[in-house]
T-cell receptor
């Protein structure tokens, strides 16, 4: 059974600081996704990581994937208040198919002025 | 372009009542999914439909049924609602393998 663990689950940080969210998963996969959810809203796709060593960046967010360590990171650089949200990683089982993603429990991020 | 549309947005049911959550996508996607989101639990897959004409159970299917009516529509039915089914339900779709899921805006369901 595929398990996806995120940490921390809750993070309060100050504007201007850097921080990293970690996503570990339990079985072989080379496809990992990051989503953002604002309170009371739907999920928005941020990054799609499809191979070992993949790195994607968008503004102050950078995501990477290490399939050998079964680890993905979401790094926040010089945080701003607008990045306050809940961030989810989700993993696709190895072997292909369209049988859905397994999500972590989410990291609730609060960025304070 | 509406994307993934879910109805209703809110619903309150009494224990034992039934209802159907509707989902439609206009992106010509092959695969569709139903997830539930509970506080501190992330999203858990209820049922999915990899392609038109097929449906399969996900992680938490008990108490639910689904119908893939056509390529666009995928409905979720609660036959006899229970308080444990109080949750936010999200429908999602995807085009092809390796593409991200596109989510609807969710249905907030309360069962009393």
């Amino acid at each position: 059974e595929l398990k996806v663990e995120q940490n921390p689950l809750f993070l309060s940080m100050q504007e201007g600081k850097n921080y990293t969210i970690y996503c570990n998963y339990s079985t072989t996969s080379d496809r990992l996704y990051w989503y953002r959810q604002d309170p009371g809203k739907s999920l928005e796709s941020l990054f799609v990581l499809l191979s070992n060593g993949a790195v994607k960046q968008e503004g102050r967010l950078m995501a990477s994937l290490d399939t050998k360590a079964r680890l993905s990171t979401l790094h926040i650089t010089a945080a701003v208040h607008d990045l306050s949200a809940t961030y989810f990683c989700a993993v696709d089982k190895a072997g292909g198919g369209a049988d859905g993603l397994t999500f972590g429990k989410g990291t609730h991020l609060i960025i304070q002025p | 372009n509406a994307g993934v549309t879910q109805t209703p947005k809110f619903q309150v049911l009494k224990t034992g009542q039934s209802m159907t959550l509707q989902c439609a996508q206009d992106m010509n996607h092959n695969s569709m999914y139903w997830y539930r989101q509970d506080p501190g639990m992330g999203l858990r897959l209820i049922y999915y439909s990899a392609s038109e004409g097929t449906t399969d159970k996900g992680e938490v299917p008990n108490g639910y049924n689904v119908s893939r009516l056509n390529k666009r529509e995928f409905s979720l039915r609660l036959e006899s609602a229970a308080p444990s089914q109080t949750s936010v339900y999200f429908c999602a779709s995807s085009a092809i393998y390796n593409s991200p899921l596109h989510f609807g805006n969710g249905t907030r369901l309360t069962v009393t």
